[in-house]
């Protein structure tokens, strides 16, 4: 608790680099990611205890300052992804080694035309979320800014909320009663998104969000939208762009997150309204094309936040490179970059001194390929 103070210091420090990055002056942010970091907010900054998350979370700012220049440190009061789900009645399981798993509540179209619209101020986990901001906010005196908690899409909700066999059975055969439902799903987002803004502050909301390259300050929101990876752009044209797309209207802009691969949709989501920022990965095992992220968004001002993590099959080989870091700098990157593409980046490192050398040759190679 000691170190706030310090912490608030540096955010104030990368709050103009940040600034200068959305006005468009060239620079391109990166950020390290350590392998430990990942792990401790995964399976220690989702306890349930309000102290431990706190301190979790410092945890891994403190592991990030050091290397990342670009990142702005943030907290999140973060549950999992199935705070929505949850309105509907599904319950969430925790565990101490993974994420955690939330269950559908119902298995039919039938059954899902007979969900009633939930009561936000009912909900246990929105409690538990509007609790922890509280918390936050009291131990820090506001001196860190704070995320909204984990936002899936509202598709992305629905498929947590309906069993998934039936569930994309409805597609083509329960069209109403999806709609019925991604309606209600966009309403409720937009209105407790809303409360928690309210509750932080709009000057210290860490904007658009825990998927993003963000600053503090906005309303622009964070969603997640995974299902795009397993969904035609067919599908996506009728049941995700047009709510995605209302939460832009009412929030002032969207910043969409989305792992998989989804690059035959890059096109297509170029075209969403209020999108301001796009995340998605780039790895072996999510081999999304560099090309066509580069075509589909240069001109666009949409940011793109690319995640180059190591992903699950490593065959560096396969691309030419020898190593992580040769594919990130001989693969990825010649073939994304364009000077009229607003970009940053997003890498993996084991610890302090492999983090320092690979943002370094990471910041070589974009300085070559900007001129």
């Known amino acids: 608790m000691n170190n706030i103070d310090r912490i608030k210091t540096i955010i104030d420090r990368r709050e103009q ?12 942010p990166i950020i390290c990611m350590y ?45 999992g992804c199935g705070l929505y789900a949850e309105m509907y009645g599904c319950k969430t399981d925790y565990f101490s080694d993974k994420e955690p798993w939330t269950h559908p509540v119902v298995k039919t179209a039938a059954e899902a035309d007979k969900l009633e619209p939930p009561d936000i101020g009912k909900s246990p986990m929105a409690k538990k979320v509007l609790t922890m901001i509280d918390y936050f906010l009291d131990k820090t005196h506001g001196k860190i800014p704070i995320a909204l908690t984990d936002t ?32 209600e799903i966009t309403q409720m987002i937009v209105a407790f998104s809303k409360k928690q803004i309210s509750l932080i502050g709009k000057e210290n909301t860490c904007c658009p969000g825990m998927h993003m390259l963000s600053q503090k300050g906005g309303t622009v929101l964070d969603v997640a939208d995974d299902i795009l990876a397993l969904i035609s752009t067919d599908n996506a044209q009728e049941y995700d762009k047009p709510f995605i797309e209302n939460i832009a209207e009412a929030m002032g802009g969207i910043a969409v997150h989305s792992c998989g691969k989804i690059d035959q949709h890059f096109e297509f989501l170029a075209q969403y309204a209020g999108l301001k920022q796009l995340n998605c990965k780039i790895n072996p095992s ?19 936040h690319l995640i180059l993590d190591m992903g699950f099959e ?10 992580y870091l040769e594919y990130i700098t001989d693969y990825v990157l010649p073939r994304l970059h364009h000077n009229d593409l607003k970009y940053a980046i997003s890498f993996q490192a084991f610890d302090k001194t492999e983090a320092q050398q690979m943002t370094m040759k990471i910041r070589e190679k974009i300085k070559r390929l900007q001129f």
Do not use: H
């Open 17 to 28: 680099r940040l600034v200068n990055f959305g006005q468009g002056e060239g620079y391109i």
């Open 286 to 304: 999510e081999p999304n094309s560099p090309e066509i992220l580069r075509d589909c968004f240069k001109n666009t001002n949409i940011v793109i």
């Open 35 to 79: 392998q430990n970091a990942k792990q401790k907010l995964l399976c220690l900054g989702l306890d349930l205890d309000q102290k431990k998350m706190l301190e979790n979370q410092l945890m891994i700012i403190e592991d990030l300052i050091e290397t990342s220049e670009d990142y702005l440190p943030f907290l999140c009061p973060w549950y």
């Open 152 to 183: 899936q899409a509202p598709l992305d909700t629905a498929m947590l909320v309906w069993e998934q066999s039936d569930f994309f059975l409805a597609f083509y055969e329960a069209k109403d009663v999806l709609n019925r439902l991604l309606k």
């Open 314 to 323: 490593q065959n560096w080989s396969k691309y030419g490179a020898n190593s």
